[in-house]
């Protein structure tokens, strides 16, 4: 046998695990073919190929892992269990970029299916070797990094304190200074997964002068980076007061009331959301928002918009009119109550119109004349419906029965509680006739006759005692 004859034996071979690993690779991308892969033995197959010595066939059977892992968290559990991890660790650094960025890619597979594959990857020490690679000069490269960083962090605050502990949250502050657009939002998507945890964590991303950054990147024209950017905010503004104002200090209103007006909606539910942790905190925040204009965008923006889109807007509303008498005004007069009535109305799930019962009621609580401005949209009649419909789940019907409760203590405005005279139950109706009682007793006084004593008018009471005579 020739030596070209001997060689060609090695050529055929190594086409053939070429052609292996690609066509794994290309059958991983198709759901339907995941489990005879699986069924196979697939994971066994691919390792060894993992030292290949040919670099393009390494890179390949590192893809087709991350693709199986990324699948689902039994084939993540088969990388884990086979001892890969490791080898992949080891192998990241000392690799090129190809290599480096499918690797990554593996790691994030594994690590996205729950904290305990999250940890496994910490427990390998693939944390240290992921903060080389957010320094390096691929941009490719650190944003597989980032990736990798963002689905391990987002599971709990240990694992994002690992992240910390590594030393990411400098690295990925730069990557958000960066010209690439993917690049800017991975990494701040990943400050997110970290800071939502505690407060503590959030400080640490704060430290590091990441809201002024990002704050930059708000009128950003690309949709998933602003959506990124305005979930970090949120996820730093929600802790604390002093955060909150942290975030408004780098002067993010009125710009990001442009933002609920995006043709993204789910850049308009994260804009939502990141006003609505603000207004939550403080009178003060509350009222530099309503200054802004940001009740009025905010009403617009639900009324753009529906399902789950509308629920931050919906809340924000609620904890602006919590606040004070002035702020639940301000709510009023921008035509926040037809709003939250049509939301009560139109929405289909539960929780939707929990959150606009329970925005309702904060604005219905204060004075007769916030009451008022509630109960003239007819929305008495759709909370006690609400509230007594056994389709309704627990949350709404408590939040509904505390409305009413809300509501029903101020309100003076006889018209729209006649009405529940007749179909309100027993602990709602106390509420009504105890109002009837309240109005009535002081028209009494005020038309009886000085002189007389005589009532100048009189008004039938036969319908309150009739229905509640133990009042």
């Known amino acids: 046998m020739s030596q070209r004859q001997v060689l060609q034996v090695f050529e055929q071979y190594q086409k053939a695990r070429t052609q292996f690993v690609q066509t794994v690779a290309e059958l991983a991308t198709r759901p339907q073919n995941i489990e005879t892969l699986q069924n196979a033995g697939v994971m066994s197959l691919l390792r060894p190929l993992l030292l290949d010595v040919v670099p393009t066939i390494q890179q390949t059977a590192v893809l087709a892992l991350g693709r199986l892992a990324n699948y689902n968290d039994d084939l993540a559990e088969a990388v884990v269990k086979g001892g890969i ?63 990798a960083f963002s689905y391990i962090a987002r599971h709990n605050a240990e694992l994002s304190q690992a ?49 002024a950054h990002l704050a930059q990147m708000i009128l950003n024209p690309d949709a998933k980076l602003k959506r990124q950017v305005l979930s970090a905010l949120s996820q730093i503004a929600k802790h604390s007061v002093n955060m909150a104002e942290m975030v408004v200090e780098a002067e993010i209103f009125p710009v990001v009331l442009t933002c609920l007006k995006d043709k993204d909606d789910y850049v308009k539910k994260n804009a939502s959301t990141l006003i609505r942790e603000i207004a939550k905190h403080t009178p003060e925040l ?27 807007g919906i809340m924000m509303l609620g904890y602006v009119a919590a606040h004070s008498e ?86 003076t405005y006889l018209p729209a509680l006649e ?51 133990n009042s």
């Not at 007594?388 to 627990?394: D, L, P, W, Y």
């Open 85 to 147: 991890l490791p080898q992949l660790v080891y192998s990241l650094v000392e690799q090129n970029r190809f290599y480096k960025k499918a690797a990554a890619f593996v790691l994030r597979a594994v690590g996205k299916h729950s904290p305990q594959l999250a940890q496994a990857i910490v427990d390998c020490g693939a944390l240290d070797t992921l903060v080389v690679c957010l320094e390096d000069f691929d941009p490719g490269v650190r944003e597989a990094a980032a990736w």
């Open 163 to 211: 992240v910390v502990d590594a030393g990411a949250v400098p690295l990925l502050v730069l990557c958000i200074q960066e010209p690439e657009i993917a690049l800017k939002g991975i990494a701040a998507s990943a400050l997110s997964d970290i800071a939502k945890h505690s407060p503590e964590l959030a400080q640490t991303v704060v430290d590091v002068g990441a809201i």
């Open 286 to 312: 509350s009222q530099l928002i309503v200054n802004a204009g940001g009740v009025a965008a905010v009403i617009d923006c639900i009324a753009s918009c529906k399902g789950n889109i509308r629920l931050p």
């Open 326 to 411: 002035n702020l639940a005004m301000a709510v009023i007069i921008s035509k926040g109550v037809p709003m939250l009535s049509v939301c009560l109305s139109e929405e289909p799930e539960d929780h939707i119109k929990a959150a606009a019962t329970w925005a309702l009621g904060q604005i219905g609580r204060h004075t007769p004349e916030h009451a008022r401005a509630v109960v003239v949209t007819n929305t008495l009649p759709v909370l006690l419906s609400l509230y007594m419909s056994t389709e309704s789940s627990e949350d709404l019907q408590i939040k509904s029965k505390k409305a009413l409760k809300n509501i029903l203590q101020q309100c």
């Open 419 to 469: 009405p529940l005279l007749y179909d309100a139950p027993p602990n709602i109706l106390k509420h009504v006739v105890g109002q009837f009682s309240k109005v009535l007793l002081s028209w009494i006084f005020r038309h009886t006759s000085a002189e007389s004593g005589q009532l100048s008018t009189t008004y039938s009471l036969n319908k309150v005692i009739i229905l509640y005579p």
